[in-house]
């Protein structure tokens, strides 16, 4: 089985600090996504990458930064966290495989608040 | 460009009745894929389906049916004989060919089943 760790679920910080989602998966997979999901908008992406040290900004990058330092590991920065980040944080990964038809296998999330 | 459509936000049904959620999709790729995930209250999204657009045959696994009419631009999904257990969130999503690792989500249906 797929398995994507994220290592907090719940996580209250306060504005201005800098703020590490830490997200693992497990099976070898190339790609791994960040997606940040609010009510009533479903899941924005908010960058990828494709392989260590490379990264793509998705739709919503703005105040946030990511580091893929190993293939297994991709960590979320918000540099100076706002209460407007205050969000479910999803990562996700998947085979380069077959392209588009690959699966993106999902993480629990992390609930963070910003006070 | 690519766009997912759940105009149902909220569903809300008597546990055993049928229920079918709707997706309409926008992609001007001949080859793209869609994904159906659950969203448990847990907050993990777990996969349930993929099709590709070359393959219009409806497809069956226990209580849950999809309907893929590329007609229509479609890809609905019903519950048959709903249990408590199948109320989540559940999301609609496409990806195609051309544009590389992203997928589109819809933004949602949250169905609850009343006991």
């Known amino acids: 089985d797929v398995k994507v760790t994220q290592s907090s679920r719940y996580l209250v910080k306060r504005t201005g600090e800098k703020v590490f989602l830490e997200c693992v998966q497990d099976?070898?997979?190339?790609?791994m996504f960040w997606y940040r999901q609010d009510p009533g908008l479903g899941l924005r992406l908010i960058y990828f990458?494709?392989?260590?040290?490379?990264?793509e900004k998705g739709d919503i990058p703005e105040g946030y930064s990511v580091s893929r330092e190993k293939k297994e590991r991709f960590s979320l920065i918000l540099e100076s966290a706002s209460t407007n980040q205050t969000s479910m944080y999803l990562c996700?990964?998947?085979?380069?495989?077959?392209?588009?038809?690959?699966?993106?296998?999902f993480g629990p999330g992390t609930r963070l608040l910003v006070l | 460009a690519q766009k997912v459509t759940q105009a149902q936000t909220e569903i809300s049904v008597v546990e055993k009745e049928d229920v079918t959620l709707d997706c309409v999709y926008e992609?001007?790729?001949?080859?793209?894929?869609l994904f159906w995930y659950k969203q448990p209250p847990s907050g993990e999204l777990v996969f349930l389906i993929r099709?590709?657009?070359?393959?219009?045959q409806n497809e069956i696994s226990g209580r849950y049916s999809w309907n893929f009419q590329k007609s229509t631009s479609s890809f609905n999904f019903t519950i048959t004989a709903s249990q408590v257990v199948d109320s989540a969130v559940y999301f609609c999503?496409?990806?195609?060919?051309?544009?590389?690792?992203?997928?589109?989500f819809g933004t949602g249906t949250s169905l609850t089943v009343i006991p």
């Open positions: 099709r590709n657009s070359f393959d219009e």
């Open positions: 996700a990964s998947s085979s380069q495989g077959q392209g588009a038809q690959e699966t993106q296998y």
């Open positions: 099976m070898d997979h190339e790609n």
């Open positions: 999503a496409l990806r195609t060919r051309n544009t590389g690792n992203q997928f589109y």
């Open positions: 990458s494709y392989d260590v040290k490379m990264k």
């Open positions: 992609t001007r790729d001949t080859t793209y894929y």
